[in-house]
Nanobody, 124 residues
Framework: QVQLVESGGGLVQAGGSLRLSCAAS????????MGWFRQAPGKERDFVAA????????YYADSVKGRFTISRDNAKNTVYLQMNSLKPEDTAVYYC?????????????????WGQGTQVTVSS
């Protein structure tokens, strides 16, 4: 069993930055692919970014490419999402998720474990 706890959300003005963290329990974190998703009110949960178990392969949604960076520190059992040049449309609850085959996927259904989410609000 893996537990994921997100942190780092908050209120920021448009153009600002935030860094989200997701701390994982368990000794097998380094073998999992990790993803970030977001869900705005009344909308489906959308893919944001993902990376492989080694961090060598990363994928981004077109809407965040060039602004967001996903990374991981396997020694700390933590995955990060650096978010720059934030826009009001980035406002959502952000979730991290773990995928146990180690290969990053875009579909939420591919992920086995989820955190509770952290709110990100970008004001205009």
């Amino acid at each position: 069993q893996v537990q994921l706890v997100e942190s780092g959300g908050g209120l920021v003005q448009a153009g600002g930055s935030l860094r989200l963290s997701c701390a994982a329990s368990g000794r097998t974190f380094s073998s999992y692919a990790m993803g970030w998703f977001r869900q705005a009110p009344g909308k489906e949960r959308d893919f944001v970014a993902a990376l492989s178990w080694s961090g060598g392969n990363t994928y981004y949604a077109d809407s965040v490419k060039g602004r967001f960076t996903i990374s991981r520190d396997n020694a700390k059992n933590t995955v990060y999402l650096q978010m720059n040049s934030l826009k009001p449309e980035d406002t959502a609850v952000y979730y991290c998720a773990a995928e146990t085959t180690g290969w990053p996927m875009r579909a939420p259904t591919a992920y086995d474990y989820w955190g509770q989410g952290t709110q990100v609000t970008v004001s205009s």
